[in-house]
């Protein structure tokens, strides 16, 4: 039996139809990729399969016990909680006696009155007592798997994570509970090209189903063994990669506008017989009348093509041959080098992208080139007639409560667009917001509507220098490729920000890549031609293992010359210190896990509980250390 299934599912939002009579089933261990136009109701179907909304019309049938995961677009909120409460949250009420039981151990590792102590203890074994009824051990056992394949810090408050490793507990939260269908919405948001990698390395070894949608092309050609098309209502099922599907899409488009052009020219031809002389009228068959009718109103319920986006960008008067030089430049925040030592010099028709990790100051250097802060040593000197549009991740720039249009327009009618004036309800028009929601606030727009409009913003200056930070997140694939056509055609000069392997591929000219210690250095090509010409000494950015490597083999596999006598030894002995470890870290398990153990031995409770975190802490260096050893 599939593990889901739709058969005529319909549901509506006014008179928007998300879905009309749509089919759809999918079987265990498939990677379906859901693709569509923004708005079109993908996040809603994922919703409508997680029993979180009900269709209006049709029947969904699910596999008896299935376990469904979901990661929303959003990123989990801080309120106070650790990660080991977020991730616990996967499994909901279960996850909440862990969550308490995981504090108490903590608490009690401290130094604590004999009171508070006692009143501790035996706080832990009522949890321990419910635990054991629900076979919550199982449960906690994969926690602290999870956290260790993630790498994520349990006692660590989210406010403190950036969104990357936000992004990670979300997807810890969504593995916790063991899905049989993981349904991830964007899993690609707000992390870094090194950590995408490894999401993709994780998923390849995810043994459930898994449906996702994502507007990275790398991502998709790599995992997805189906594509799923959800257009204008309707289902399609394209089994193969994107590359196939990009074909057969063509194709398809082009047989469905033939069939509709002969559909309104027959239209046409009997609205014409119908609207002949009196004498024609009264002799007319009755029946073609009805058979008339009943093309109307198949013409009436004909869904056509969504629009596609327009763009145009006004490049502006030639700046000089020389844009940006910096000389020698250094920044530094807290002590920890973000540039250091950097000399460039842009010219005008360069198009750069800049490759690093979160937080390895590629917003930072943006601002450096731009003027906006100075550098600690060093010096930027600008080129002459300099037009600056600049593009911004944190979408700074929009009043979340004005009006589409009066973000753009500030109170106005029209813009100016390469020289020519354009009422502004039509130049909306060409980013695809109706009239209606031009007039909305900004705050009712969804992610993708809304960098859409910050193009549309950006776009309304003419720009000879265009500094674009993120500008691919949440945009779904056919607007993406359609901005990638205007920027390998745009005249000045472009500095990108971006994690899309396939976009920079396909934009830039050069690459600046932080490779860590403020070192950026600059390389020719996108980011393929980057990984082939980076140099040995420079760290490999393969994604951390997406599992617990297994358990080594007594005789590792042959090294590299450069591998040292002693290294070779440690390698030698690794995988018998891993399985000491290993064993007393079963030991301690199963003495911590027996109902009485409190009771016989607290204060040797106590200290097996500090030594199993010590343990597990031996256990996974040593693992890092195995894997670094064997890598070289």
Same mark, same amino acid.
């Given at each position: ?12 939002? @006014?008179?928007?139809?998300? #879905? ?54 959003? #990123? ?13 949250? $996967?499994? $909901? ?18 130094? =604590? ?50 969104? $990357? ?19 991830? +919405? ?39 063994? %189906? ?13 193969? +990669?994107?590359?196939?599907y990009l074909r057969k899409k063509e194709e398809n488009l082009a047989v469905e506008a ?7 020219? %027959? ?66 925040? @807290? ?14 028709? +360069? ?24 550098? !600690? ?33 500030? $109170? ?32 009712? #727009? ?53 994690? !899309?392997?396939?976009?920079? +591929? ?24 980057? =990984? ?44 018998? %210190? ?55």
């Open positions: 039996m599939p593990l889901i299934s739709f058969e005529k599912v319909s549901i509506a939002f @006014g008179h928007h139809a998300l #879905l009309d009579n749509a089919d759809l089933t999918m079987d265990a261990g498939e990677r379906v990729c859901l693709i569509g136009r923004n708005g079109a109701g993908k996040s809603t179907l994922m919703q409508i399969i997680r029993g979180a909304i009900l269709p209006d019309d049709g029947v969904v049938r699910r596999q008896s016990g299935l376990r469904v995961a979901y990661l929303a677009q959003d #990123l989990p909120s801080g309120a106070g909680r650790t990660v080991f409460d977020a991730v616990a949250e $996967g499994l $909901g009420s279960l996850g909440e006696l862990l969550a308490a039981f995981h504090h108490t151990v903590v608490l009690l590792g401290g130094e =604590l009155a004999d009171e508070v102590a006692a009143k501790l203890l035996e706080k832990m074994h009522d949890l321990q007592h419910e635990l054991e009824a629900q076979d919550g051990w199982r449960f906690q056992q994969r926690m602290e798997t999870i956290l260790d394949r993630l790498d994520l810090p349990a006692d660590k408050l989210l406010d403190e994570l950036s969104g $990357g490793w936000k992004r990670r507990v979300a997807l810890a939260q969504a593995l916790v509970s063991e899905p049989d269908l993981l349904l991830l +919405d964007e899993p690609t948001n707000h992390l870094d090209i090194e950590a995408i990698q490894w999401l993709e390395e994780l998923l390849l070894n995810f043994n459930g189903g898994l449906l996702f949608i994502t507007h990275d092309r790398t991502l998709l050609k790599h995992l997805a063994t %189906r594509i799923v098309e959800l257009d204008r209502g309707q289902l399609t099922s394209w089994p193969g +990669d994107y590359e196939q033939d069939h509709a052009a002969k559909f309104d020219k %027959r239209l046409a031809q009997e609205e014409v017989w119908i609207r002949k002389g009196i004498q024609a009228r009264r002799t007319r068959n009755e029946g073609r009348v009805r058979a008339l009718y009943a093309l109307r109103e198949e013409h009436a319920k004909r869904r056509s093509q969504g629009g596609k986006v327009r763009l145009d960008l006004d490049a502006g008067p030639a700046s000089g041959k020389l844009v940006i030089e910096a000389d020698n430049i250094a920044k530094s925040y @807290g002590g920890t080098p973000l540039v250091k030592d950097l000399s460039l010099r842009i010219q005008r028709g +360069d198009r750069i992208g800049l490759i690093g990790p979160n937080g390895a100051g590629k917003t930072t250097l943006l601002r450096l080139l731009l003027g906006d802060i100075e550098p !600690d040593t060093g010096m930027v000197r600008h080129g002459t007639k300099l037009q600056v549009a600049y593009f911004d991740q944190l979408r700074a720039h929009l009043d979340p409560e004005r009006s589409v249009i009066d973000n753009i327009t500030d $109170g106005g009618d029209t813009v100016t667009i390469n020289g020519k004036s354009k009422h502004i309800i039509s130049y909306l028009s060409d980013f695809l917001f109706a009239p209606e929601r031009a007039r909305s606030p900004v705050k009712s #727009l969804s992610g993708g509507e809304c960098n859409r409009l910050l193009l549309a913003r950006l776009f309304t200056q003419p720009a000879n220098l265009l500094v674009m930070d993120e500008p691919t997140n949440d945009l779904d694939i056919e607007t993406l490729e359609l901005l990638e056509e205007l920027l390998i055609s745009y005249q000045g000069t472009l500095l990108l920000v971006s994690h !899309d392997r396939a976009f920079l +591929d396909n934009v830039v000219t050069s690459v600046l890549v932080f490779e860590g210690e403020g070192r950026v250095t600059e390389y020719v090509g996108g980011y393929e031609d980057w =990984l082939r010409q980076r140099p040995s000494r420079i760290p490999d950015t393969t994604p951390v293992q997406a599992s617990i490597p297994a358990k080594p083999q007594a005789k590792p596999q042959a090294t590299r010359a450069k591998v040292s006598y002693k290294e070779q030894r440690e390698l030698e002995s690794l995988p018998g %210190r891993i399985e000491e470890l290993e064993e007393a870290q079963a030991r301690l398990n199963a003495v911590l896990a027996q109902a009485d153990s409190y009771q016989r031995d607290r204060e040797g409770f106590i200290k097996a509980t500090a030594q199993l975190d010590i343990i597990n802490a031996e256990l996974q260096a040593a693992y890092a250390r195995w894997d670094k050893l064997e890598s070289l």
